[in-house]
């Protein structure tokens, strides 16, 4: 049975930091590009980050390039998600997601996800 699992969360003032991380379990990395999506209150849930499935590879969504860092390591199956400079309009839920599409599909969509962990607050405010 395919598991992720987010933790990190948590209430931190604007500029500062967060480390997401996303346990998966029943699969392997190294055959699903992972994922990180977010959803505001009344918002949709969009894309924030993608990974390949060999970590060669990422994708950003505009919104935090520069600021969030993803990464992967392969021995403890885990993703992360480094949130640098975090500003209130960061405030979400923030779940992973992995896809069995061969790269990272766009960040556009929810669709391509097939699986989805439970979701880790992120609240920015001072």
């Known amino acids: 049975q395919l598991q992720l699992v987010e933790s990190g969360g948590g209430l931190v003032q604007p500029g500062g930091s967060l480390r997401l991380s996303c346990a998966v379990s029943?699969?392997?990395?190294?055959?699903?590009?992972i994922g990180w999506f977010r959803q505001a209150p009344g918002k949709e849930r969009e894309g924030v980050s993608c990974i390949s499935s060999s970590g060669g590879s990422t994708k950003y969504a505009d919104s935090v390039k520069g600021r969030f860092t993803i990464s992967r390591d392969g021995a403890k199956n885990t993703v992360y998600l480094q949130m640098n400079s975090l500003k209130p309009e960061d405030t979400a839920v923030y779940y992973c997601?992995?896809?069995?599409?061969?790269?990272?599909?766009?960040?556009?969509?929810?669709?391509?996800?097939?699986?989805w962990g439970q979701g880790t607050q992120v609240t920015v405010s001072s």
């Open positions: 029943g699969f392997t990395l190294a055959y699903y590009p």
């Open positions: 997601a992995a896809t069995p599409y061969s790269q990272c599909p766009s960040l556009a969509g929810t669709d391509e996800y097939d699986y």
